[in-house]
């Protein structure tokens, strides 16, 4: 994987300043730690403040629990997400300055201070329900090291809403568009803007909306040049994306 | 159906004018002519050029020649839907003064002028490639008798080119939205006017358009009230709908 | 977005009795005002009793609540739809005149008393299971001064029961036809009348009915003329295009 | 299969007039002929004029003039459907009585003339389009000895020319519905007459017909009792069922 | 609807022994009763122990009791539907004769002894999970009148165990085959017995069988001539259909 | 089905040893027990160790609790799946020595040690919340005698962990590749092993997941020669047929 | 939509540079050129060799011939996606240096030399049918000024095949993953880099891809982060944004 | 991906008999040939007549020829699939011993004779419809070595003629079962044989077959333990699994 290492192991190997077998052995040990029922990467270098991340839906408490131990023991920042207040309290339990979005049903432990960039993302919801998943991406981005700004609640059947709040908007380096329904709010700021957008459909909505397939579709239809699309409700990861794409990767 | 003459009927054969096996007849021959393969309503009043219509689409062209024959001998104008140049061929060289739309596969005879309303409908599309449903809803709403605006390839992803027009779509009293791919038209439309709406998905794009299905779950979950859907490429029933509002029924 | 004020902004600012400055600003501030979690127009003129509409479902109580007592200040009539007992009871104790719709989970505040239209607009289900989407239809025409007529349980199985009622149907001004399962009721109902026919599909039904698709489609396949679809479930949209058409927009 | 076939055979091996090998080959060989690609049931009792059936789509000119050429021997009658007009020509070359009901696709070749029912079977159909697969119901019935009556073009957006036809659909001793849109005519039907109604869903449409989908669905939630349904454009199978209840089986 | 009653009503009115107006109103108040939220068909002539049937689902408890009090007046036997325990107790409140079959969530009420056919039906199912709604079918056939036998858990996966039962099977006049997963019952039944098959999918099973859609495609597929199929869990219909084919409609 | 019995039963009666009506019934009898609700093969060879496999869910613990004492009768040690704790609880109380998986929902009875084979399977999963399937599979092979590796948490996000354990990976005999969303281990496996490969998806995931549809569809498109796919979730599935393959069936 | 420009129109008006009317005016003519069946964008800044781009698929010949002329006259390179070879010799009638990239279906004129960027983007896919798809990308995103690299057939069947090319990959800025049937390279190249990961699903494959549908689901539910998905097929649409992307917008 | 070649290469790298640089080169260059547009394997040993496979379909004749060329250099014998007839004689015009199954759509190069498996795969069909897939499946194992028997047209609907063939069935060491449209023949033979069966959906059907999709659900959800499912209509899939388990992979 990283294209240095494996040569520096090769000439130290050359060089007998390593034995055969403890260069095959580093190459399968490194990079991560086998829990038995998980196994967790370090291989990150401890880059100041970026956050180690737990998808905790699907885990019990007990794992969630011995993956941030053992994820501190490396002095890693962390990020769990899809994480209920039962879970958060076990962590808490273990430790104490864990903190808990609960809107964006989020955990998060800093270890280190992070200095914001100076550009900024833009999270624009369509509607109030919305939120919970544009919080998500929110405060991802945040603890990734983005300043955020957030305009909620500026979907097209109030369009002139949307235009009150453009210079906000423009003036991202990123838009994180979020929307359940028609997700139609998507196209719309793609076609106003000159940034990437990230489009987010939501699963809010009844009907046929069937569980956000339709804004799914139709963001992914979006006739918006420099439009992609995440999976529904996925906030996470168009917050990720987005950091990656405003810090220049 | 028609309770008044249901009425007169029950009274003619009240009043011995009428023999109850002659009511019965009357009662079931009335409303259509049987041709074996269709059955033709001639039971609609000849209002003042009030066209007669024939969805073309899998009748062959003899049967369409047939129909419209005995159509015309009622008086009617007509309105042939779907149909294509060898239909409009066989039907012109029973009656000359039949005319051809081709963008909106509609054939027309006229027998008499109609005047139109002052109030209009306008239809609206995203793009370029919406124009033939665009053309048959608009083709469909003249020969009903309205005035019909034409404002086209003002989708959502260059939204100023929308704005540019909202004087004569604002000032319509019914809209017809057109658009295939995301279908956010109609939604941005519906939040703009006061009027109803009438949202036409198109089977343009490709991919994940899924031939109309991601324009119409989008203009069905549309969060913009007054706005109802037609089927998929559905311009005559658009148009049917608009006239019929804008007539005032 | 409106015409007329913008232009009177510009001449204020041509004959200097306005800064640029400010004019900038009333384009951006005036059309609604933001909580934060939501935004709320304030934009519609105060016409008669014309209600501001709340959809309740995928907000807390308390967004409920403040949105209500933003709303009241302008003077507003209320409609809250989708709204459970308890949204009601949080309304209620801030504002005691709120009434509860329980068939159709609808919360009104009157604020001045609305005279109903002569004509009026007919809802018809297929079943009694349809009422409550009935319901919330009727209950947002008439709050937004229509008179309705209600017509349950009159599905095509029965057909007769639907012809008795034939008179009250085909006299409406519009009619909003609301079926589950096959969906059959819209095609029949539009095939009888010459009015605009709002067909609202259901989610009532098991199996293959896949929680209103089946009616959804059989509507918007439906032959006649004159139909057009909401979402399913969706008796508010239906209701408020249906006042849109009957009051002539 | 066949106990008493089965039952025969034991007694004759136990009385010794036959040996265990032959009863073996018996019970392998007898119930039809292999040809390799295909195999020919041969195990129909030879009722009068009782057609084999053969399902030409998907099989080569050859295969089917084999096919026919072998069941000829046996003495059948026979009833090809889903053929072009080549796959005929090609029959007709072997067997000049062949005949082509173009309309439905089939061939059929009498050996025995039948004795049609006294009840009927009535065919129904919503619209023009809809015909080519009534008639393939129309035409297996009769091939089985099934007075057969047809009704096309009654769909229900003209309600009033299916009434017209009433008393001949409430004769029949089995109705078959066909129809493709939204398919509303298999419940109003259903909701009309107390006999079994076989409903066919055609490809008949566009859009959200989606090759006939909307119509299956609708057909299977039908609200009316006594309905049941095949499979999308499949006349054989309605007329088939339909011979089976009509001829008490 | 009822050609005789309509033809009679005529004379009536020819000959003066009735009056317009009272006929008028006959032919709309004759075939149902109007409880406002439910209409009650009350034109089924009075045979032997043909019951009334309601369909619970969706219905309050209050509601279901007011209806069957309704009907029990006219003095009908009553087959209640998805009717929970809660439903079947309120209504023995009222009627203690009534009676719960509690597998099949089905409440019965007999008025007058049914005698029942010589010929039976058959209810077979796949699986044991499929027995609910196999006795949905099966208790609905016999309050119609007819015999029943019943062959339980003889899914194609054993195929002996179904062919043990053969006797029976194929001794019956119509079969109902009912299967979840994969539904190949039905096929299978439907290639041994020359008997009209019903096919029930059910919604047992998980994963692909996405709520029975694998099971009820799979019957309509079904190769096997002779076989239709109703709605997903739809026993009760099964059963109807059974009994009109059983006992000659 | 087991030509030899029937052979020898064909002998039998031949040589006048068996009636023919023995041989009938014994024909029918043989191969299973009915117990109304459910009926139980017994017609498996006791080989040593092999389960008899009860599928619990759909079924009332009374109905396992029965099932599972007329196959200890038979001597067969047992495999449960899909049960709840109550379930095994019911069977506990009835068997002591019955155990319970709990993260495989599994409840086993050994009446005979089984010797495990050399060769192995393999069950890797993507995610620590495929495990609960993954562990079905596992010990549904453990039961019938395979040696089984797990290997958890390498799903293709984090690549090196799946390489980490490929020595062990490609050492088995056969491959059973759990994953949910993307499902993309199943792929990537495949082109790294030459041996059979296993995929089941689950339904593991959210939003676009639509509850193992994804991952389902991806393995079956999987361009890794050597792969085939079982239901979404079906771990015994899975591990049944690997035994299959690794025993040489 | 410019604010600078609003601002600037203000002042002017404010200062009596300009009329009301003719601010209105410019206000509304400024940013495209209506053709009757398309509205050309000309407000973007001519940059040095930005092109102007046409979706071609849906318009005739002579509509691409027009768009083209007028974009010409405003000294626009131009980038026409989806154009057959039919309208590349119609654009070439009239603009001789046209240029046509046959596997992308692309036309390009150059006015300017475009500089291209240092740092770069590159397009991969995993087999050989998916080549056309990603040319699009990569000649849309060299058209745009960006560096591109091209590793095709890499998908994941052949691991190593993507391995060899490890440091191409992760060397670039962004990355393109083109990829059909199970689309699983994007989830494998988005676990290996750091970089912003744009997924396109193709419609290769056959059966159970659904068109493309299978790649977009599984692209959808990536468990790498920092990926997004485009519309199936469509490569102009990730060669945009990757060119956004890499030169920071 | 070969420990063996790792090691050694690390060893001579060790020893000096290498420098770092050839020793990266070779873990690059070793595995495969870069075509550009493909990239041939070239690692897998030259076991006796063991075929390269190329997927022809989406590949031009050119380059189907360019890699056969390169294939027949390292002295492969070549399976070409999805291979259409002018695909064919382009390669025979290359290399004259290139043979054509022309229903199975696959060329044939052997350049070593190989020797059959005792025990045998045998491949079973539904209908004559599926029988191109299965020779797919044939064809393929044959190449690879293995006996093959084949069962045509013994779909359930005629259970008869598949019980007729139960010897050769049960005999086999793997099964391929092959059907559209219900599919029910995989869960039969499933619940009759103890070996692996693979099933093989084909596109065959019409209607609510839904290209495969029918039959592919109804192998998904078998009841019988000991099947999984390759993609619809992947022939080749299924022949190259069977292949694997026949020969103990």
Known sequence: M????IKKLLEA?????MSIDSAARMLKDLPFKDLGFA??????EIRTGYPEIIYCAGKTEEQVVIIVREMLKMGSSILGTRADKKVYEAVKAMCPEAEYHDV????????KEVELTDSYIVVV???TSDIPVAEE??????????????VFDVGVAGIHRLFASLDIITGANVVIAVAGMEGALASVVGGLVDKPVIAVPTSVGYGASFGGLSALLSMLNSCASGTAVVNIDNGFGAGYLASMINKGN
Chains 1, 2, 3, 4, 5, 6, 7, 8 share one sequence.
């Open 2 to 5: 990283n294209k240095e290492k």
């Open 13 to 17: 190997v050359k060089e007998n300043k």
């Open 39 to 44: 196994k967790i990467d370090n291989h990150r």
């Open 104 to 111: 964006a049903n989020i955990i998060t432990i800093r270890k």
């Open 125 to 127: 919801t369509a509607g």
């Open 137 to 150: 991406a929110a405060i991802t981005a945040q603890m990734l090291g983005n300043r955020v700004e957030r």
